[in-house]
């Protein structure tokens, strides 16, 4: 999609004209009558008021002028704010990179770059996705540039290499000043497209390059430990391998996967597993995302299938716990209350117990659901067990002050039901 053509104006680093054309072509496409146009205008809106911005960024880079290595002035600061180190000499080089047609997921950006905002050339009908040209404040030589590059390359397509955080420190120690001066500003635009990493690698690359830092880095999300898809792929790599796959090529499906499921692209995510299940049909946590798509688009049939597959490699409480859900929208009630009744049973341990007793409550209750349905139980008693259960969820809700009230009214009850007798001896004593 070319933002311009939506916008109907030529490429512009004017905001004003930007917003001017927004605001006219607004009026045709109402959100109510015309949603789809409404959204394609909004997308158009934002990229080119984005593109706008770098351009403008880029516009000053240009006509900054150079001073001397020798002067003591400072020189202006760079729009947006940044100070700029002083002059280098005349063997600056711009690096490119060219982003990928990847799935991304939509992060927030620092108000405030650490860095030097990169320029984007635009021209009239160029890609949504715009060239980035970084620019350091005092990049290496072109043929430094050259081996930077080439070393990236290198250590990334070998993927032993790739996951191997020594060969990383490796590399890193082998670069000159100018080199890792020149990487530092590559690295991000590096990591946008070469993405399927390890958590620890991720977190080695943040420590020495400050990767999540740079607002036009990606995936900083992916650098959490609980979004470590490659990290898995290499615990079960020896079975991959066994199967005669390509553990690069499935690793890059299986990330792509998940990003596309985290992104809610469940349509991409559903054909992204199954081109990995075709290539290894050993890793549960595949099944189990196809069966999280399948559920989310409305076929629990296929979703409990997809469950089952995944069972059948390893246990997993959330399986289970999805497998019911499954059945029992697809009228299996039998075996549904089943798999609640199960996990209901189940003996956890004590810190596991805390966190997981709300699901246990929710098993119970739809438990008690399931057998109603099968007629295995009176309205009376699916009524009181329901209440009972939301008797036991209150509890939970419930703060000290109301506990201590509840002892007490129970001491008065007991003191009544204990000396109301003698009270009342003594009065008829007394009559």
């Not at 409404?38 to 158009?44: N, Q």
């Amino acid at each position: 999609m070319n933002c311009w053509k939506v916008l109907k104006i030529k490429a512009t680093s004017d905001a004003r004209e930007i917003k001017k054309a927004y605001a006219r072509e607004l009026r045709l496409h109402n959100p109510e009558d015309d949603p789809d146009g409404f959204m394609r205008l909004r997308e158009a809106y934002e990229s080119a008021l984005k593109k706008a911005q770098y351009k403008t960024v880029a516009d000053g880079i240009s006509k900054e002028p150079a001073q001397p290595d020798d002067s003591a002035k400072e020189r202006p600061a760079q729009p947006g704010g940044v100070p700029e180190e002083p002059a280098q000499p005349d063997d600056a080089q711009v690096g490119s990179i060219q982003p990928d047609d990847a799935p991304v997921a939509a992060r927030k950006k620092p108000e405030e770059a650490k860095r030097l905002e990169p320029a984007v050339l635009l021209q009239a009908g160029d890609e949504e996705r715009p060239e980035i040209l970084y620019q350091g404040t005092q990049p290496g030589q072109a043929g430094e540039k050259r081996s930077v590059d080439m070393m990236l390359a290198d250590i990334y397509d070998d993927f032993d290499r790739r996951v191997d955080p020594a060969e990383w420190r490796r590399m890193l120690g082998s670069l000159s000043v100018n080199e890792l001066q020149t990487l530092n500003w590559l690295i991000a635009g590096f990591l946008n497209d070469n993405y399927v990493l390890p958590g620890d690698i991720w977190r080695f690359l943040d420590a020495e390059f400050n990767v999540c830092g740079d607002p036009y880095f990606r995936w900083e999300w992916l650098t959490d430990e609980t979004h470590d898809v490659c990290g898995w792929i290499l615990s079960v790599a020896g079975k991959i391998r066994l199967a005669g796959v390509d553990i690069a090529e499935y690793a890059k499906l299986r990330v792509n996967a998940y990003i596309a499921y985290e992104t809610d692209d469940l349509a991409v995510a559903e054909n992204l597993a199954r081109q990995a299940i075709k290539m290894f049909e050993g890793d549960y946590l595949t099944y189990r995302m196809l069966g999280y798509c399948l559920y989310s688009e409305g076929d629990a049939v296929n979703a409990s299938s997809a469950y089952e597959k995944s069972l059948a490699l390893s246990q997993d409480d959330d399986v289970e716990y999805s497998l019911a859900l499954a059945r029992m929208q697809i009228g299996e009630y039998k075996q549904a209350a089943a798999l609640f009744r199960l996990i209901r049973n189940r003996r956890y341990k004590k810190e596991e117990l805390a966190k997981l007793r709300p699901r246990i409550l929710k098993c119970e209750e739809l438990y008690v659901e399931c057998r109603y349905k099968m007629r295995r139980m009176t309205k009376f008693g699916y009524t009181f067990r329901k209440h009972r259960i939301e008797e036991i969820k209150n509890m939970r809700k419930m703060t000290p002050r109301k506990y201590w009230r509840i002892f007490w009214i129970c001491i008065a009850i007991l003191v009544i039901m204990v000396g109301g007798p003698f009270v009342l001896a003594l009065i008829h004593g007394q009559l």
